[in-house]
């Protein structure tokens, strides 16, 4: 991305950042690195935490996206795709549709990583990023409620899943920018809390309220705000130094790294990526698991019932991201806190698919278990992968594409894994045992088991 002047605005319209990606200006002149950043720009040996207010604002930022997006994914496109089809069309549509926005979101946050770390705007590294893809998102969520057909339904959840990334792309670089290696773990609990906060309050949310326009505005408009709040007060890192002239294998370089060059980030990659396969295989089939496995014909008790889920999924989940991040910082540990998270994980995932086989009543009281299950093993890993994955990255000069790359492992799983159940394994479920839920969810608890066992092929991290 060319910096701007000076005197430029904030940001350019996307259209013209992306015009310029290909050329870079004459260097700015060095700026003063901002408290507590070293000349630089990478947080100072002598930082003892982080700057006062950024984990609160971190905290504020995150809840309101996650709000704004899980909505969608909660439950809003499962009701949204069942007024547009046929329950017995919805899981393969809801698939495709998912599929389609997985696209955009795979190649969004390494690209926008790269782009980042060689952004010399004088207002920071990050904020032109989390600005734009703020405003970006917000836009692609009114789409959601208004589409009329599959197509512009599509068109609406691929915006979403693409600017969250750019999204994401800038908050996350922001915690190896701002916060010394020694509280990582307790501040990436705290953040690792955010995301279940965000669920129930967009679980509230779809039961709330009356219709799909206000079920995606409220939270569409809470996350734009929360999201320019964090950025317009943040105290962003400034690129000093201009980068090298931008070339075209350094652009695709933004999309992959040597996993036999660098082992320890592919290992890390890997075991968030079937983890995260399995962790997230519930959330979007809910509501059609609900319908067709209980009886549960009516979206209002669908969404009822995903509350009582999503609240027990949730208390688990904080609980164990906050002791979970604290005690790892304590001990020095992360690989063992990673793997006891995705075994317990794992077996509410497959307690998940078995719940249909003791009854209705008491397959539901199932459902209740298995999720206080999966919050539990949620919150002890995804707390800690964060701070392991940051000590694994190989290069502190290329924080946000390494960063963006190692989040593909959360993006590829959520996007293409309810694409893969709608095409592959609900259909043959259904076709070999009667059972296609059922049996994408057992098969996902496998994968998630093996993805967490797999950190411990990570060496150079207790």
């Not at 439950?75 to 389609?100: C, D, M, N, Y």
């Not at 400034?238 to 060059?261: C, G």
């Not at 509350?307 to 208390?315: A, E, N, V």
């Amino acid at each position: 991305m060319s910096a701007p002047s000076p005197d430029a605005p904030l940001f350019a319209p996307t259209a013209a950042a992306a015009a310029a990606v290909v050329t870079v200006p004459p260097p700015l002149p060095p700026s003063a690195p901002v408290p507590p950043f070293a000349p630089g720009g990478l947080p100072s040996a002598s930082a003892l935490r982080e700057p006062a207010g950024y984990r609160t604002k971190y905290m504020l930022a995150s809840i309101g996206l996650f709000l704004a997006t899980f909505a969608p994914s909660l439950g809003g496109l499962a009701v949204k795709v069942q007024s547009l089809v046929p329950l017995e069309q919805a899981g393969t549509v809801l698939g495709v549709v998912t599929g389609i926005g997985g696209l955009f979101a795979i190649v969004t946050q390494p690209l926008i990583g790269r782009l980042s770390d060689r952004t010399r705007s004088r207002h920071g590294m990050r904020k032109p990023w989390i600005i734009a893809g703020t405003i970006g998102t917000f836009l692609s969520l009114l789409v959601i409620p208004l589409a009329p057909s599959v197509l512009v339904l599509a068109v609406g959840w691929s915006g979403v899943q693409f600017f969250l990334n750019v999204v994401q792309a800038g908050l996350t670089a922001t915690v190896a920018d701002q916060v010394p290696e020694a509280r990582r773990g307790r501040v990436a609990g705290m953040v690792g809390a955010t995301a279940p906060i965000g669920i129930v309050l967009g679980a509230v949310g779809l039961t709330a309220l009356p219709n799909d326009l206000l079920r995606m505005g409220i939270p569409a408009v809470i996350g734009l705000v929360a999201g320019l709040f964090f950025a317009f007060t943040l105290k962003d890192r400034v690129l000093r130094s201009a980068p090298e002239p931008f070339q075209v294998k350094t652009f695709l370089a933004a999309f992959v790294f040597n996993p036999l060059k660098h082992r320890e980030l592919g290992w890390a990659w890997l075991t968030k990526a079937m983890f995260v396969f399995g962790y997230a295989s519930v959330v979007t089939y809910t509501p059609l698991y609900l319908a067709s496995s209980f009886g549960m014909s009516e979206v209002a008790e669908q969404l009822r019932f995903n509350l009582w889920l999503t609240l027990t999924m949730t208390s688990f989940n904080i609980l164990f991201a906050f002791v979970g991040g604290a005690f790892s910082d304590r001990l020095g540990r992360r690989r063992v806190f990673v793997s006891t998270g995705a075994v317990i994980a794992s077996a509410g995932v497959l307690l998940f698919a078995l719940a249909p086989q003791f009854g209705v009543s008491t397959g539901l009281v199932a459902l209740l278990v298995a999720q206080a299950l999966i919050g539990m093993g949620g919150g002890l890993f995804l707390a800690v992968d964060m701070a392991l994955c940051i000590e694994v990255l190989p290069d502190r000069d290329q924080l946000a594409k390494d960063l963006g790359v190692l989040n593909t492992a959360n993006v590829l799983p959520v996007a293409f894994g309810p694409f893969l159940a709608g095409l592959v394994f609900i259909p043959v479920g259904d076709s070999l045992f009667g059972a296609g839920y059922a049996t994408w969810f057992a098969s996902a608890a496998v994968v998630s088991l093996v993805g967490g066992l797999l950190v411990y092929r990570i060496k150079n991290v207790r």
